[in-house]
T-cell receptor
Framework: QKEVEQDPGPLSVPEGAIVSLNCTYS??????FMWYRQYSRKGPELLMY????GNKEDGRFTAQVDKSSKYISLFIRDSQPSDSATYLC????????????FGTGTRLTIIP | GAGVSQSPSNKVTEKGKDVELRCDPI?????LYWYRQRLGQGLEFLIY????????KSGLPSDRFSAERTGESVSTLTIQRTQQEDSAVYLC???????????FGPGTRLTVL
């Protein structure tokens, strides 16, 4: 079993819809959770970074963490065609420079 | 300032040849990471540098893979006697010691024929 599970998709939704992307993990030591967005033929870019269980909002994006269920989500409101990309969840155990453990990524397409 | 840069952006090589991939991290970033991303798969950690030393080489898939970093700056990932399964995008990231935020370069797309 992988430490981090993420549905690879692809996921297609109409413009303006709310998108829900999810990851589950098995390692209870993970404490820091990130969402990266990766456009085609580009490197991943950090979207959201959270530590605590609960919600963190940034514009149209909301990151949600439930440590008791080992489940994290990224919600995108009012989705735009420019949101079409692969979204990767990532997590680490301790503060400091350790390796990130990534999910496989979910390919998202927003249909105009 | 400038972000993480990688070169070449694309590399096509024949099976059995050696390749060198280069990463220039963000200036001042002491931590540097190499990842591999195979088609349809997530990022796979390869190696991590703190300064010029590599405290974690656990992800290197075989002894054909090696990496070095000099001057707490540029890093080179070398793959010897390339195999077709080495075909992937090789991504480099850097970060400040004090934070966990890793900034990624655009990657080098390696194709082994």
């Amino acid at each position: 079993q992988k430490e981090v599970e993420q549905d690879p998709g692809p996921l297609s939704v109409p413009e303006g819809a709310i998108v829900s992307l999810n990851c589950t993990y098995s390692n209870s030591a993970f404490q820091y959770f990130m969402w990266y967005r990766q456009y085609s033929r580009k490197g991943p870019e950090l979207l959201m970074y959270t530590y605590s269980s609960g919600n963190k909002e940034d514009g149209r994006f909301t990151a949600q963490v439930d440590k008791s269920s080992k489940y994290i989500s990224l919600f995108i409101r009012d989705s735009q065609p420019s949101d079409s990309a692969t979204y990767l969840c990532a997590m680490i155990s301790n503060f400091g420079n350790e390796k990130l453990t990534f999910g496989t990524g979910t390919r998202l397409t927003i249909i105009p | 300032g400038a972000g993480v840069s990688q070169s070449p952006s694309n590399k096509v090589t024949e099976k059995g040849k050696d390749v060198e991939l280069r990463c220039d991290p963000i200036s001042g970033h002491t931590a540097l990471y190499w990842y591999r991303q195979r088609l349809g798969q997530g990022l796979e950690f390869l190696i991590y540098f703190q300064g010029n030393s590599a405290p974690d080489k656990s992800g290197l898939p075989s002894d054909r893979f090696s990496a070095e970093r000099t001057g707490e700056s540029v890093s080179t990932l070398t793959i010897q006697r390339t195999q077709q399964e080495d075909s992937a995008v090789y991504l480099c990231a850097s970060s400040l010691v004090e934070t966990d935020t890793q900034y990624f370069g655009p990657g080098t797309r390696l194709t082994v024929l």
